[in-house]
């Protein structure tokens, strides 16, 4: 897997997988193209969640990934994951495969930023705004990427949909994950309790926030203020 430092790109010929899984460049050299190794002199940073944490509607630098890295020292990796409509149990089905092999021990830091719970709360569960099921899978979740190796952080959830029922599911989850972050996870970014962008009914701020779920660059750059002072913390 090739994981490059933030900001750099890759001088090798691009490698493509076609639907077969075969690899194809545009001028395949003779030899045969292998991805670079890791760079285990380097710290990994790996995000998880929904598409709060990987948002196709901004640029990628303006998301809140790339907004966290920007804050983090030099020498650090990042690997983002967040996939639109995925909820914590997606999350946790795959992460076997996904996260866990990312870890290495070489590494100075193997750092995971969690942010999820939004989805689980609404499709994540029968029924839904089950505060509770949405909080088992979250420290679940967290707690086997520790058991692999990470150093977790877990961030609250925000509000969503000018929706009383997601209000009230979402303050008793956020309630759970304040109470409880020490028994499955490293660190807490309380991204919630900031009010510009964490009160209920904050998402109708057109500046941070652009359809009432996901956020403007402004808004990222709340977030990643919050997530990054969580994660320098485990450096």
């Known amino acids: 897997m090739l994981l490059l430092p933030v900001g750099v790109a890759a ?28 760079d285990l002199s380097r710290g990994l ?14 640029a990628p630098e303006d998301g809140m ?28 089905a795959d992460a076997g495969a996904q996260v866990d092999p990312l870890y290495a021990a070489a590494r100075p830091a193997n750092i995971l930023v969690c942010w999820e719970g939004t989805n689980d709360l609404i499709v994540g569960g029968a029924p839904p705004y089950d505060a509770r ?6 420290a679940a979740y967290c707690a086997a990427r520790r058991r692999a190796g990470f150093r977790v952080v877990i961030c609250t959830v925000l509000p969503r949909g000018q929706s009383a029922a997601f209000y009230e599911a979402r303050n008793a989850l956020n309630a759970e994950l304040r109470a409880h972050w020490r028994s499955f996870a490293d660190a807490l970014a309380d991204v919630a309790a900031d009010k510009t962008i964490g009160a209920d009914g904050a998402e109708t701020d057109a500046t941070y926030y652009r359809d009432t779920v996901h956020l403007t660059a402004a808004g990222y750059a709340i977030v990643a203020g919050v997530v990054a002072d969580a994660a320098r913390g485990l450096l």
Not at 18 to 33: K, L
């Open 133 to 138: 099921s949405a909080y088992r899978h979250l």
């Open 45 to 58: 940073v790996v995000f998880d969640g929904c598409s709060l944490v990987d948002d196709a509607g901004l």
């Open 65 to 92: 990934p790339a907004q966290v890295m920007g804050l983090l020292p030099a020498g650090l990796d990042m690997k983002n994951l967040g996939v639109g409509g995925q909820t914590t149990r997606m999350m946790a």
């Open 11 to 38: 001088l090798a010929p691009v490698v493509v997988l076609d639907s077969c899984g075969a690899p194809s460049v545009a001028e395949r050299p003779a030899a045969e193209v292998r991805p670079a190794e890791p």
